[in-house]
């Protein structure tokens, strides 16, 4: 009797550790239950925590406000902005979770790399249009200045608009391009777009041309608030009504 | 004089065959002449029209009749067929290009006759095989909440089909060759849950429009066929819900197949493509006695299925080249190991299993190559709200390399099923991308 149980201890501490072994081994390592975790169909493209992907067309995530991020999410859904892999990932996902993967972005904090072009190698003529452009905009047209609404830093505003610096010269090229060609949009009204349709092609590559030969200023984050000031009339913005607050 | 008298018999069966087929399709002998407009008489209860959404959803209609971004059920959503695209209506009640002018009774001819409100012949991609088994009371919830929700004035774009195959004509003459009005019904031998379920499966769920194959001229099975077939166009395969090797529904408990509908996921199982789709707009939403009733249902004709011999699964072939089980043993441990597991046993939850996983063991590798090709996640559900995901390799791994890694895992751990071949690989990578 006493012996049948030992055979059944003994046997049953063999199972534990066979199972054991094979959690060891077969098992993925270091599995944890994160965010981190559930966004590695995210980060295999625009790298590791969001921080950009290698080939300057996969932009950053960390760091841009949550309201941006959730639109671009919502814009591939709703066919504003294209991308089919973008959207085959977003087609199955709610919106509570999509708003929990872009605030996930949003709050992580990472250091930014260098100005992505040098100014030395670019026309100072185009750099000079780019720069007046995106500080002053063109009255003529009715371009307002980008900092108008993408911050004095030009690190964007909390919770919608997303900062303009640290992004590769291609990125921004494509999307200045993209909006020339309504391949992207933004929710109506749609004031990106009421921007670019008063540019040409030259003063785009100007403008993106100069904002990637910028470094980013100690304070990173995006603005809270814009400061109040004389500025252009705005055209309203269906995707960051907080611009409407900008006298 | 022998000439035209053959000629006149010619022409005399030419025109039998067209009374024939006049009468067969449009001799449905529906009177729709009921005051329009649109409102049920006596206008409906509000169980009515709540019966009418929760059946709207247990159809799955606004997955089709929604296009993106598009306000739901508004229609214009492309649906690609072989013949070419078809875009759905739009069923909100606008009375210029929804269903505002319609009544019941127009309803139900669409429904159960496949004809619009104007008498014409509707094109089948709209399922009206199956919901011609829907009951009266059913079609009218149905047109009940239709009728009652906002109006969306919206045209969809004209069908881009083709020709002959879009036309009138054409068809009249598919439909006498495939479709036939038709209720549902009840099994004498088999209870209440067991015919609810059929009902559902064979009628609203509409099941069998991707679990059968679709011949030549894109007629898809009887409503009851189960067997599985390739989704033309989209390139999924919907697999046989009978097979044991494919699905395992006889052998499944019943609380598992009410699991995969509710949530997405069950176990190491995990509903991606169109399925994902129908869990996200359909099955989510029904009630739990509904999922049970059609979990006993697919499970009775798994295991009717099961009893009869089937064909044999063919054995793994031994012709790799020489370089494939290095190379995909390779690729495996750099982009597969780290969530799958080096043994390929996952993580319970979040990452499949895939040594003994059936969807890795398919002889027809279209669903396989699909995952590793674009990734994604399972439908976020009640169930399942924050679902794992996986990453797309469509621009990291060539045809040869995910041929090797899929081959590498379809080899290991005990799996013992056929290579794949980069040709596999690229037929699907080829077909999309549009």
Redesign the interface.
């Known amino acids: 009797m006493f012996s049948i149980v030992r055979c059944l201890t003994l046997g049953l501490q063999f199972l534990t550790l066979t199972a054991l072994f094979f959690t060891a081994n077969g098992h993925a390592k270091g599995f944890q239950d994160t965010m981190a975790e559930r966004t590695r169909a995210c980060t295999a493209c625009h790298g590791d925590q969001g921080r950009a992907g290698p080939d300057g067309y996969y932009p950053r995530l960390a760091g841009k406000p949550a309201g941006y991020l959730y639109n671009q999410l919502k814009n591939f859904a709703q066919g504003r902005r294209h991308y089919g892999l973008m959207t085959r990932l977003v087609d199955p996902l709610s919106d509570a979770y999509l708003r929990e993967i872009a605030t996930y972005f949003s709050e992580l904090k990472l250091p930014y790399p260098a100005a992505t072009q040098s100014a030395k190698r670019m026309p100072p003529a185009v750099l000079q249009r780019g720069q007046q452009l995106a500080l002053h905009g063109d009255a003529t047209r009715r371009v307002p200045a980008c900092t108008q609404c993408h911050g004095d830093r030009l690190t964007g505003l909390q919770p919608h608009v997303p900062g303009l610096l640290g992004l590769p010269l291609d990125y921004l090229n494509a999307q200045l391009g993209a909006w020339q060609t309504h391949q992207r949009q933004a929710l109506a009204p749609d004031c990106m777009a009421h921007v670019v349709e008063r540019l040409n092609t030259s003063d785009l590559i100007a403008v993106a041309t100069w904002l990637s030969t910028q470094s980013l200023p100690q304070d990173t984050s995006p603005a809270s608030s814009l400061p109040a000031r004389a500025a252009m009339a705005l055209p309203d913005c269906g995707s960051a009504p907080e611009l409407k607050a900008v006298p | 004089m022998k000439g035209q008298r053959i000629g006149l018999c010619f022409a005399g069966i030419g025109l039998l065959v067209c009374a024939a087929l006049v009468a067969d399709n449009f001799a449905d002998g529906v009177d729709v002449s009921t005051p329009s407009p649109s409102h049920l008489t006596p206008p409906p209860s509000a169980e009515t029209i709540d019966k009418g959404r929760y059946l709207i959803q247990a159809g799955n209609c606004i997955a089709c009749h929604t296009a ?2 598009g306000a739901a059920m508004s229609g214009g959503r492309a649906i690609e067929t072989p013949f070419g695209t078809v875009y759905s209506s739009n069923l909100t009640p606008d009375p210029a290009t929804g269903i505002g002018l319609w009544n019941a009774q127009h309803f139900w001819r669409a429904m159960h006759h496949g004809r619009s409100r104007d008498g014409r012949l509707l094109a089948p991609a709209f399922p009206y095989n199956h919901t011609t088994l829907i009951t009266r009371d059913d079609t009218d919830a149905m047109f009940a909440w239709l009728i009652t929700q906002a109006a969306v004035a919206k045209a969809p774009p004209a069908h881009t089909l083709q020709w002959p195959v879009g036309t009138q004509a054409a068809l009249a003459v598919w439909r006498s060759l495939y479709f036939k009005p038709g209720t549902y019904t009840p099994h004498a031998g088999r209870d209440a849950e067991w015919n609810r379920g059929a009902y559902l499966v064979q009628g609203l769920g509409h099941c069998a429009a991707c679990h059968s194959p679709r011949n030549a001229l894109g007629a898809s099975g009887a409503v009851n066929d189960l067997s599985g077939g390739l989704m033309p166009v989209v390139n999924w395969t919907a697999p046989s819900l009978l097979d044991n090797a494919q699905t395992g529904l006889a052998e499944t408990p019943l609380t598992d197949i009410q699991t995969l509908l509710q949530t997405g996921k069950s176990g190491h199982h995990h509903t991606s493509g169109p399925m ?2 129908v869990v ?1 707009y359909s099955t989510q939403y029904l009630q739990p006695a509904d999922l049970q009733a059609m979990a006993v249902y697919l499970k009775s004709q798994a295991r009717l299925a099961q009893d009869k011999p089937g064909p044999t699964t063919p054995a793994a072939s031994r012709r790799l080249l020489p370089d494939v089980p290095t190379r995909g043993a390779d690729l495996y441990d750099k982009h597969c ?11 319970a939850g ?2 499949s299993a895939l040594a003994g996983h059936r969807a890795v063991l398919q002889t027809d590798t279209t669903n396989l190559v699909q995952t590793v090709l ?7 559900t009640a169930g399942n ?8 390799y ?2 990291t791994l060539d045809d040869k390399d995910i041929a090797a890694v899929l081959t590498h895992l379809r080899t290991q751990w005990g799996n013992s099923a056929p290579e794949v071949t980069p040709l596999e690989v690229n037929r699907i990578r080829a077909s ?2 549009k």
């Open positions: 993106r971004g994902g789709e996200q190991a780290e969530c799958h597991g080096e043994q390929g046993l996952g993580v979040a990452y674009y990734g994604g996640y399972p439908p976020a709200p924050r679902p794992f995901g996986m990453p797309p469509i621009l999309q991308g």
